[in-house]
């Protein structure tokens, strides 16, 4: 697949005076979710993927768009009921929900969700039915949970990545350049944009245009 044959018909959104993104098969699931609140058939929703593939960015939306507040694991497990409902007056993000936490925390965090009426949005690489969950309450709960899952990147979307983010900063590259990185950088969201943002200031410190020889160089001094 040549990238200059991909067509750029993707839409692109902006997140609130974040960095623009795009919408695209991969992720259109979880936008569309986001998009429904606080029209959602509960009061929760988890959104699952690798690392990299736009969780965190999405959560960032909704934040913006639901004046949410964040709760990290760590914090959960010092926190009563009387604290946890006193955080649950607005609606809450919990991220990378993996490995062991406080159940019995998490568990009256959900029930005064549930009852108040707040939001509570979770990212984790994987859905809650393959957690190692101890607790049988906790465990049907969340089982009820809406989950929307976001993949990684396809080729298309991926390279339609690196040339919107080289075409954000007004710069024009030949078709062997994204074909080039297409294959080589990490296939994420925020590796696009990090990459062209750091091969942009390589290229004014060094006054050269950006070619492969200049690609190479930058990758080769990353990798040690």
Known sequence: MKPAQIPLNLTYRTASGRDNFLVAPPNEEAVTWIDRWPDWPGNFLMITGPSGCGKSHLTNVWQDQADADVITLDELAGLGIDELAARATRPLICEDMEGAFDEEAFLHLYNIIKETGSFLLMTAKAPPAKWPITLPDLRSRLGTVPVATVREPDDQLFASLIIKHFSDRQLAVDP???????????????????????????????KRKITLSLIRELLKKEQG
């Open 176 to 206: 062997d350049v994204v074909q080039y990185l297409l294959v080589r950088l990490e296939r994420s969201f925020d590796e696009a944009r990090k990459f062209v943002k750091r091969l942009d200031a390589q290229a004014l410190a060094k």
